[in-house]
């Protein structure tokens, strides 16, 4: 157990609304990742965070924002879901080296209508 | 920049048969290779890494990969298939200068037929 956990697990919501999923860990890892999985895309990097407050991009981060106030919390929001945001979305901790292992949370499976 | 294929989205063996799955990459740097297991309903469990130590790398569940750097290959193998294994494989790479952001294969879907 990586000390992962995401919340809510399962989200159904309507087209224009705001949506915010978190992220939370217990290891004090400095890297965390937002990423989706559709089928046949295996998953896409949204966005991730380096430290407090240090954000950056993925590659499919339009339509989607993050914060990080704290190190155990990831927050990662839909401005105004839209369908094509239907997606499991998983969560990943990381330590300092990049040949260090990511650590998957359960993930949340969102359904937009 | 780094790209993944994962050839054949859908494997399918029998019960004690070998687990060949492919995996190739691109990368203009060395790389750090990973593969994960997702069973139904669950996130990504680590199976095994390379990260420019041994070539063969050994991982949980009896599997292995062979880092093949003139093939650009990491492919994943297991002699011998048992119906646990069932559930879908994903390969992954991450270059040490770019904050560890990985880029994932589409993943293989293995069936495991008694």
């Known amino acids: 157990d990586a000390g992962i956990t995401q919340s809510p697990r399962h989200k159904v919501t309507e087209t224009g609304t705001p949506v915010t999923l978190r992220c939370h860990q217990t290891e004090n890892h400095r890297y965390m990742y937002w990423y989706r999985q559709d089928p046949g895309h295996g998953l896409r990097l949204i966005h991730y965070s380096y430290g407090v407050k240090d954000t950056d991009k993925g590659e499919v981060s339009d339509g989607y924002s993050v914060s990080r106030s704290k190190t155990e919390d990831f927050l990662l929001t839909l401005e105004s879901a839209t369908s094509s945001q239907t997606s499991v979305y998983f969560c990943?901790?990381?330590?300092?080296?990049?040949?260090?292992?990511?650590?998957f949370g359960p993930g949340t499976r969102l359904t937009v209508l | 920049a780094q790209s993944v294929t994962q050839l054949g989205s859908h494997v399918s063996v029998s019960e004690g048969a070998l687990v060949l799955l492919r995996c190739n990459y691109s990368?203009?740097?060395?790389?750090?290779l990973f593969w994960y297991v997702q069973y139904p309903n669950q996130g990504l469990q680590l199976l095994l890494k390379y990260t420019s130590a041994a070539t063969l790398v050994k991982g949980i569940n009896g599997f292995e990969a062979e880092f093949k750097k003139s093939e650009t290959s990491f492919h994943l193998t297991k002699p011998s298939a048992h119906m646990s294994d069932a559930a879908e494989y994903f390969c992954?790479?991450?270059?040490?200068?770019?904050?560890?952001?990985?880029?994932f294969g589409d993943g293989t879907t293995l069936t495991v037929k008694p």
């Open positions: 990368s203009s740097v060395p790389p750090y």
């Open positions: 990943a901790i990381r330590g300092q080296g990049a040949s260090d292992t990511q650590y």
């Open positions: 992954a790479v991450i270059l040490n200068t770019n904050a560890g952001k990985s880029t």
